[in-house]
């Protein structure tokens, strides 16, 4: 993220919410105001959103700024609560359940009337209200805002529901006043909510949306800080990483070694244990799927029985 230069145009651009893909310009020297009131510069129509919410300005330097005017469900940048906050391009403001990224603009486009920007924004509030069939306006691509910047956002600002993530498969996320408490990942309960979590950090593509609280009851509930379970996930993400082009493919076969000629004996019983599991399940994602341990573990104890020729990947 940098500062804003002077005499660069930067815009106000959407990225969830009823007004998703729109863009407000802002203008050197210049205030909007945002809010629910019809007069304001910037009208967002919600109920989480104030009459008057916030304002942005933008000074003779290109600094820009962001105050609360002392709405009921608070202003947040980068998942943090504000009164008055500097802003920095690629910074995101959460406003009722709307996100917004501060993006630089190309040549002119800082010269839009402001009656025309405000017009063009309730065209894509009313358009998006035409083709969308879901109940919940909190949308938005993982692509234009990462998962642990999203949960950061709604754990300061204490949202409840189910934030569903679609990509290659889909996970959820369970929110209770913006603590994560579960997770799953295609309804697949036996994986276990730690582990779900974990592998639902680490998608970088996919689309996302925070749906009406779930009266669901779950025998087990995580009950780490959600600033907790972002640290370790990502921890074990970075060591995942480190390990992987080491790893076979997911898909790929693993079969005992035949004949097998490391003693046994020398095993411990957590290797013995992935050890039934290659046996059992043969690959390296049914071997994960399966394990008690979490995802790193248990692949870097395949890698030792690979290389003590205890297993063969082909």
Same mark, same amino acid.
Do not use: C
């Given at each position: 993220?940098?500062?804003?230069?002077?005499?660069?145009?930067?815009a106000?651009k959407f990225?969830?919410?009823?007004?998703?893909?729109?863009?407000?310009p802002?203008?050197?020297?210049?205030?909007?105001?945002?809010?629910r009131?019809?007069?304001?510069?910037?009208?967002?129509?919600?109920?989480?959103?104030?009459?008057?919410?916030a304002?942005?300005s933008?000074?003779?330097?290109g600094?820009?700024?962001?105050?609360?005017?002392?709405?009921?469900?608070?202003?947040?940048?980068n998942?943090?609560k504000?009164?008055?906050?500097?802003?920095?391009?690629?910074?995101r403001i959460l406003?009722?359940?709307?996100?917004?990224?501060?993006?630089?603009?190309?040549v002119?486009?800082g010269?839009?009337?402001?009656?025309v920007?405000?017009?063009r924004?309730?065209?894509?509030?009313?358009?998006?209200a035409?083709?969308?069939t879901?109940?919940s306006?909190?949308?938005g691509?993982i692509?234009?805002?990462?998962?642990?910047?999203?949960?950061?956002?709604f754990?300061?600002?204490?949202?409840?529901? #189910?934030?569903?993530? !679609? &990509?290659?498969?889909?996970?959820?996320?369970?929110?209770? /006043?913006?603590? %994560?408490?579960? +997770?799953?990942?295609?309804?697949?309960?036996n994986?276990?909510p730690?582990?779900?979590?974990?592998?639902?950090?680490?998608?970088?593509?996919?689309?996302f949306?925070?749906?009406?609280?779930?009266p669901?009851?779950?025998?087990v509930?995580m009950?780490?800080?959600?600033?907790?379970?972002l640290?370790?996930a990502l921890?074990?993400?970075?060591?995942?990483?480190?390990?992987?082009?080491d790893?076979?493919?997911?898909?790929?076969?693993?079969?005992?070694?035949a004949?097998?000629t490391a003693p046994?004996r020398?095993?411990?019983p957590?290797?013995?244990?992935?050890?039934?599991? #290659?046996?059992?399940? !043969? &690959?390296?994602?049914?071997?994960?799927?399966h394990?008690? /341990?979490?995802? %790193?573990?248990? +692949?870097?104890?395949?890698?030792?029985?690979?290389k003590?020729?205890?297993v063969?990947?082909?």
């Open positions: 993220m940098s500062t804003p230069t002077p005499g660069k145009t930067y106000l990225i969830s919410g009823k007004y998703q893909g729109g863009e407000f802002l203008k050197a020297e210049k205030q909007i105001v945002i809010g009131s019809s007069e304001l510069d910037m009208v967002l129509v919600e109920d989480m959103v104030s009459r008057k919410h304002r942005i933008v000074n003779g330097a600094q820009i700024s962001i105050e609360d005017l002392g709405s009921t469900n608070g202003t947040f940048v998942g943090e504000v009164k008055q906050a500097t802003l920095k391009e690629g910074d406003i009722g359940t709307s996100i917004l990224k501060l993006i630089h603009q190309g002119g486009a010269e839009v009337d402001d009656a920007a405000k017009r924004l309730e065209e894509v509030a009313v358009q998006a035409r083709t969308s879901k109940a306006s909190m949308t691509k692509e234009e805002i990462p998962l642990p910047d999203l949960l950061q956002l754990h300061t600002s204490k949202k409840n529901g #189910v934030l569903v993530v !679609g &990509s290659q498969q889909q996970g959820k996320i369970y929110l209770r /006043q913006g603590r %994560v408490y579960y +997770a799953v990942i295609d309804d697949n309960h994986l276990g730690q582990k779900s979590f974990n592998r639902i950090i680490t998608w970088e593509q996919g689309d949306e925070l749906r009406p609280a779930d669901q009851e779950f025998m509930e009950d780490s800080s959600t600033e907790a379970l640290m370790d921890r074990q993400l970075d060591e995942y990483k480190r390990i992987q082009k790893l076979p493919a997911m898909t790929a076969r693993l079969t005992l070694a004949p097998m046994l020398e095993l411990t957590e290797l013995l244990d992935v050890l039934q599991l #290659v046996h059992n399940h !043969g &690959s390296l994602a049914e071997v994960l799927n394990a008690q /341990q979490d995802d %790193v573990v248990a +692949a870097e104890t395949v890698l030792q029985l690979i003590r020729e205890y063969r990947a082909s």
